[in-house]
């Protein structure tokens, strides 16, 4: 992994990317009442290049982040012909962005690993009967029906500002 101090101009130390994990690995929110907690944001290339910015109920597990989504929904059609993307969350003290492709998930053990993360989280999902998709008593309106797809997308690179002292402004290419 290559780290760049994009704050050294300014006295920052580099950021670790350890730390950043860290803070992902335990999903914590900017601030215990934070209206936003839980929000992340998924950015996708529409055909004509443009980008395409919506909240995902992503999770970071086993250090990518996942996401589901309908077939013909704008993200699931621009991952299916671009998988080019990035996801931008806030944790305590931190801002990150990852940049990678997403890849759809089929392995049975993997989509039940991911479900289970999301049931523990509150939403009941649980891989359908196919085994390579998912499904759940509720989801957004603008996903369709199920079963939804998974997806996984392995850091490419990443940056992310810290906001506690010392403070820190480093991008990761992995």
């Given at each position: 992994m290559e780290t760049i101090n994009l704050g050294a101009r300014d006295g920052l130390p580099p950021v670790d990317w350890?730390?950043?994990?860290?803070?992902?690995?335990?999903r914590s929110a900017p601030a215990p009442d934070a209206p936003n907690s839980r929000t992340t944001w998924l950015t996708t290339l529409n055909e004509d290049g443009s980008p395409h910015v919506t909240a995902v109920g992503a999770l970071w597990l086993d250090g990518a982040f996942w996401f589901q989504t309908g077939a013909t929904t704008r993200k699931g059609r621009n991952v299916a012909r671009d998988p080019r993307c990035s996801v931008a969350v806030s944790v305590r003290d931190a801002d990150i962005v990852v940049e990678g492709d997403a890849a759809r998930v089929t392995e049975p053990g993997a989509l039940a690993r991911i479900a289970r993360a999301w049931a523990d989280g509150g939403w009941?999902?649980?891989?359908?009967?196919?085994?390579?998709?998912?499904?759940?008593?509720?989801?957004?309106?603008?996903?369709?029906?199920?079963?939804?797809?998974?997806?996984?997308?392995?850091?490419?690179?990443?940056?992310?500002?810290?906001?506690?002292?010392?403070?820190?402004?480093s991008r990761f290419r992995f």
């Open positions: 350890a730390t950043v994990v860290e803070k992902l690995d335990a009941p999902a649980e891989p359908d009967a196919s085994g390579t998709g998912i499904t759940a008593p509720f989801n957004a309106p603008s996903q369709g029906p199920p079963p939804w797809l998974v997806y996984r997308i392995e850091p490419r690179s990443a940056t992310a500002v810290v906001s506690a002292e010392p403070g820190g402004l």
